[in-house]
């Protein structure tokens, strides 16, 4: 079922503080289903990022936003993970993603460019009628009155705006998220890897022999050191390619930087010894680095949205993911779809506190423990010689030998429900046997109570963005 095709009866105000991929995923099947919606985002478009490995829970919704004609046109079907050594180079195994397999799960494993993602939702929020203000940011969010139920934000244009609801989509340092967890800065400690991100013209790949075949293959290799690791692949359909250098505590190189896709450091801060001579002169050739320091937060997070249930979260602003982690755009995308299709069925404000409960119920499991097969996946890859590393190479070595379609399908059973997941139809599935008896709930006082705690008389809690 496409996750925008209904237009909602009651069509309120949305406000999202952040423009990246989360919040213009959201802006656009708000906007799709009829609402009013405005986005905040502090950067401009034109931002250096690297690349996303888009899987098929992913693909789908946007194969059935922009359609196949044009997902084509700007990523590349992967069609297997070759392992690799870091130091050597020697090859240790492949696991493919097979066709017959993917289309098991409805959607297709695809690579692509940060910027492409965004350019596309871009577009879509903006035809949708969403307004997109760049380069704008939000200096402080306010909770709503007695007086004035509604949220607000101050922007550094001095402009307050006001809306119904007000979603944080600003990122893992999200300053919305503060205002709803109670959470302090100094809750998040840095969580022992540094990503480095950096994208090489496809052109000067085209002139090295070894370094040819990267770029215009359709493979997402993988190169595993001793605390250290390098994953990359093509992007913009194979005219550039895209990595990530995971560098975990114990690494030659010291942990640094800020959780941040902001800080750009020169190629020459990344030391290069433990690399293979191939990867070394790949490196070299990005003209700069991103550096994004992995940062844990606050455990156990019991609510997304705030006790007046109009300010919610999405993306990694509800639940910070793995920098450079496979999923991390596919979950902030699948929570805007649940998101969209749930408001599309609003016909009065009474059923906000349902939608938003009906939300965080579908989404936090699986976000968190789809956080955490990203974190182990990551450090499987990134093990010191021994035993353990030993064990894992046999077992690759052995999958690139063994795995006939059979073996693969059942090797695919953990992640299918990672790839098989169909955002939209779970939130539509929920409205059916639930959402749609609401008007039960809604009169019953205990399922109320959760909002009601929310003492209008006494608040008006706001925060300062820095
Ligand atoms: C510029 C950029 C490049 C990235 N590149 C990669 C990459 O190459 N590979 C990868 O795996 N992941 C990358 N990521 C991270 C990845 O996109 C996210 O982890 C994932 O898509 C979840 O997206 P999100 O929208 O929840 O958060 P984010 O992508 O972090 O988006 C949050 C947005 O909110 C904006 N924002 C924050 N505070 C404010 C404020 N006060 N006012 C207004 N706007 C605000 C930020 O500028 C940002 O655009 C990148 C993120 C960004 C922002």
């Known amino acids: ?18 423009g990246g991929i989360g919040g213009l ?10 609402h009013r919606v405005r986005v905040i985002e502090k950067r401009g478009l034109d931002v250096p990022s690297g690349g996303h490995r888009v899987t098929p829970n992913l693909s789908k919704i946007l194969r059935q936003w922009i359609g196949e004609e044009e997902l084509t046109r700007i990523s590349t079907r992967c069609v297997g993970t070759p392992w690799h050594d870091l130091v050597t180079g020697k ?47 939000v200096t402080a969010i306010h909770q709503g009155t007695n007086a004035l139920p509604n949220p ?66 359709e493979e997402w290799p993988i190169f595993m050191g001793a605390y250290r690791s390098l994953c990359g692949h093509p992007v913009r359909a194979k005219g550039a390619f895209s990595f990530h250098v995971y560098s975990h505590e114990g690494d030659v190189q010291e942990q640094g930087g800020e959780e941040s896709w902001e800080e750009v450091v020169p190629t020459s801060s990344l030391k290069l010894d433990a690399f293979t001579p ?23 997070v ?32 699948e929570d805007a779809a649940v998101l969209g299709t749930l408001f599309s069925h609003l016909r009065t404000m009474d059923q906000v506190p349902s939608f938003f409960g009906a939300y965080q119920e579908m989404r936090q499991r699986r976000c968190s423990s789809v956080n955490l097969a990203d974190l182990a996946n990551a450090k499987l890859v990134a093990m010191p010689p021994g035993p353990q590393a030993d064990a894992r190479n046999e077992n690759m070595m052995r999958t690139a030998d063994d795995w006939d379609e059979g073996t693969l399908k059942a090797q695919f059973e953990d992640i299918a429900e990672i790839f098989g997941y169909d955002a939209g139809d ?10 749609r008896f609401s008007d039960d709930i809604r009169h019953d006082p205990l399922q109320q109570q959760q909002c009601m705690a929310f003492n209008f008389e006494t608040s008006t809690v706001e925060i300062e963005a820095s």
Not at 287 to 297: A, I, M, N
Request: charged letters at 25%.
């Open 1 to 18: 079922m496409p996750t925008v095709s209904r237009t909602a009866i009651l069509q309120i105000d949305f406000l999202v503080v952040g």
């Open 25 to 34: 995923a959201v802006a656009y099947v708000l906007a799709a289903a009829g």
């Open 91 to 137: 090859y240790v195994g492949f696991l493919p993603w097979k066709p017959a397999v993917m289309a098991e799960t409805g959607g297709e494993f695809l690579l692509m460019h940060h910027d492409d993602i965004i350019r596309v939702l871009y577009k879509l929020a903006t035809e949708a009628g969403a307004r997109v203000d760049l380069n704008t940011t």
């Open 152 to 217: 607000s934000a101050t922007l550094s244009t001095g402009e307050v705006v006001t809306a119904d609801i007000l979603i944080g989509a600003d990122g893992a340092k999200s300053k919305v998220r503060e205002l709803v967890f109670d959470e302090e800065e100094e809750d998040a400690e840095p969580g022992g890897m540094t990503l480095y991100t950096g994208t090489v013209d496809g052109a000067d790949m085209e002139k090295d022999p070894e370094l040819r075949p990267l770029v215009q293959s």
């Open 278 to 300: 191939r990867l070394q002169r790949l490196i070299k050739f990005s003209p700069y680095l991103l550096r994004t320091r992995f940062y844990k937060h606050q455990q156990g």
């Open 302 to 333: 019991e609510e997304w949205m705030d006790e007046t249930c109009r300010i919610v979260l999405l993306g990694d602003a509800a639940h910070p993911s793995f920098p450079g982690g496979t999923h991390c755009a596919g979950m902030a995308v």
């Open 426 to 435: 779970a939130a539509e599935e929920w409205w059916v046997n639930w959402g």
